[in-house]
């Protein structure tokens, strides 16, 4: 089953912040970010593998929290270069067999 | 730079007829994944593939085979495409496989069924 994402989009002007949320109905053992830009292959951002680890790629964080089965990306002044579309994907228990299920992807717009 | 590389780049086929993509790595990593991406959906998992001739079905096989019989190359063929399988296809590799290693994908192959 699909994590879910949450928004869909989101639009910003340069240099304000953006949360984007990752759920999951599952048990998780880790959670993956990517970026994707238009027209693109996805390209890897982090993992993140502890409960409540957070881990940092220049101004782009993330927390994971394994109660909630949830994970948060906070982009931080955001740039023209992080426009593009952002995917969480997860490991469960049940799945550990090398299969990473991801989300539906929120489009990150930003704006001069 | 993940030597990974996919092919055909774009393709157009009618319905009801095969088609194989390839995608072929340079690095002889053991986990290699086949993915399609659509429109509010994001990528779903079709198949992968643990080792010489080890695959296994993701979240959307049917209407899909894989073969593995080199570590370098994956195929993926639609027995009898439809124009539901109109898709971008990405082919993705994973060093170590598990849940802490990335994976890199290649550039996607973008397939229109008419």
């Known amino acids: 089953q699909q994590p879910v994402q949450s928004p869909q989009a989101v639009i910003l002007r340069e240099g304000e912040d953006a949360v984007i949320n990752c759920s999951s109905s599952k048990a998780l053992y880790s959670v993956h970010w990517y970026r994707q830009k238009h027209g693109e292959a996805p390209v890897f951002l982090m993992i993140l593998l502890k409960g409540g680890e957070q881990k940092g790629h220049e101004k782009i964080s993330a927390s994971f929290n394994e109660k909630k089965q949830q994970s948060s990306l906070y982009l931080t002044a955001s740039q023209l270069s992080y426009s593009g579309t952002y995917f969480c994907g997860t490991y469960s228990p049940t799945s550990n067999t090398g299969k990473l299920i991801f989300g539906q992807g929120t489009t990150l717009q930003v704006k001069p | 730079d993940a030597g990974i590389t996919q092919s055909p780049r774009h393709k157009v086929t009618e319905t009801g007829t095969p088609v194989t993509l390839r995608c072929h790595q340079t690095e002889n990593h053991r986990y290699m994944y086949w993915y399609r991406q659509d429109p509010g959906h994001g990528l779903r998992l079709i198949h992968y593939?643990?080792?010489?001739?080890?695959?296994d079905k993701g979240e959307v096989s049917d209407g899909y085979s894989v073969s593995r019989s080199k570590t370098e190359d994956f195929l993926l063929t639609l027995e009898s495409a439809t124009s539901s399988q109109t898709s971008v296809y990405f082919c993705a590799i994973s060093v170590m496989g598990g849940d802490n290693s990335p994976l890199h994908f290649g550039n996607g192959t973008r397939l229109t069924v008419t």
């Open positions: 593939s643990y080792g010489v001739k080890d695959t």
